[in-house]
């Protein structure tokens, strides 16, 4: 599955809070900005995304809270359909979408953090702003 969705270890132990091997790359200089070729997520919305909050802030020591992603590179490999069609996602957004409060009020404190970011849409959803793809609010759970 992990390999389905284009996780490297880094997007692992984010999943699922390994701060130990969070620590280690980064003293490794292993890039913590990297994303998944499949999914377009670094490992910081991976760890927004399922509500790591001790990951998302050690992570933001390393990464900027307003790091976007890259369009996932077919829609079956998004980490949710509604996500499919998105780039450009910030991890502010990934924490707000799965409704994780700690993780949201740990970006909104970063510097960085681009509250009023909009994603841009990789086709038209009907639910495209002008001038740009969905803002947070519309994220929110």
Request: charged share 15%; proline share 5%.
């Amino acid at each position: 599955m992990f390999l389905q969705l284009g996780y490297t270890p880094i997007h692992i132990a984010a999943k699922y809070g390994h701060l130990e091997l969070i620590n280690k790359f980064a003293s490794s200089n292993v890039n913590l900005r990297q994303v998944s070729r499949k999914t377009g997520l670094s490992a910081l919305h991976i760890a927004a995304y399922f509500g790591e909050e001790e990951t998302t802030r050690e992570l933001l020591t390393h990464v900027p809270a307003g790091l976007k992603s890259e369009l996932p590179s077919s829609a079956p490999h998004a980490i949710s359909p509604d996500l499919a069609t998105e780039a450009e996602l910030t991890p502010l957004h990934m924490g707000a979408y799965s409704g994780s409060e700690n993780v949201v009020r740990a970006l909104l404190n970063s510097s960085g953090v681009q509250v009023d970011a909009a994603t841009v849409p990789a086709v038209s959803t009907g639910t495209v702003h002008e001038g740009g793809g969905k803002r947070l609010l519309q994220y929110a759970k």
